[in-house]
Structure formats: C-alpha cells, structure tokens
C-alpha cells in the first residue's frame, strides 16, 4: 500500500520498540508502540484525499514524541 511507503516511522521514543500505524474503523490512523502500547491520538479523516494527509499527520506527531505514554499497571 502506498500510503506506508510514504510514511517512515522512528523507534518508540519511551523503548525504542518499533511503531506501527494503525487504521481504524477506515476512518481515522494513530500509531502505536508494538512493544509498550504507547500510542498517539487518533487523526480522523473525512475523505479520501485527507486520507494520506491524517496518516502523515500521526506519523509526524509519533515521530516528534508526542504520544501518550501507556503505562503498565504492575
Ligand atoms: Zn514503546
């Protein structure tokens, strides 16, 4: 899918674990740490064309640290 080959994620800035971007409901993209859960909010698109845009959108918020860090409950 082209949209993944536009986007380039860092490392997790809490673990250095890897990011993944996540669609959700074909209607909004976040990204989240596939080791420590930490996630970004969510970007909701309307259309088509803000498709690529919102995922970017989530990517540039991950890749600057701005997420939300999930911490364990243990
Ligand atoms: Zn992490």
Redesign the pocket.
Known sequence: MEIFDEIHLQD?P????AGLLEEESGMSWYVI??????RTAAFNYTSESDRLKTAKSAAHLWNIGKIIRETPGD
Request: with cysteine.
């Open positions: 997790c809490y673990c250095g674990g740490c596939m080791d420590c859960g930490s």
